[in-house]
């Protein structure tokens, strides 16, 4: 069973950066779209930024020109650099993939989560 690894949550001032990165746990996989989703207290889950592996990309209205999506095929992996950070921004931020693992189907994938909290 393929996991995703998340790192590179934490604390951080507004204004400030941050930087996470998604990994599955097999290498031996292809992977369609990467991205993350977040979800604020009291709030809905909602698209932050995804990648294909053609290089296309999307991003949420909020955060266009503040975050940056990065899908590396050679070793599967994606990069989400989050600057000019806002506590509007404060989430548990989730890896996604749509990726077929080694003689598997392609499915959807969930990382464990990370939380980010943007604050003085």
């Known amino acids: 069973q393929v996991q995703l690894v998340e790192s590179g949550g934490g604390l951080v001032q507004p204004g400030g950066s941050l930087r996470l990165s998604c990994v599955p746990s097999e290498t031996d996989v292809t992977w369609y779209v990467m991205g993350w989703y977040r979800r604020a207290p009291e709030k809905l889950r909602e698209l932050v930024a995804i990648?294909?592996?053609?290089?296309?990309?999307k991003y949420a209205d909020s955060v266009k020109g503040r975050f940056t999506i990065f899908g590396y095929k050679v070793k599967t992996a994606a990069y989400l650099q989050m600057d000019e950070l806002k506590p509007d921004d404060t989430a548990v931020y989730y890896c996604f993939a749509n990726l077929r693992a080694q003689g598997g189907d392609r499915r959807d994938y969930w990382g464990q989560g990370t939380q980010v909290t943007v604050s003085l």
């Open positions: 990648v294909t592996n053609s290089g296309g990309t």
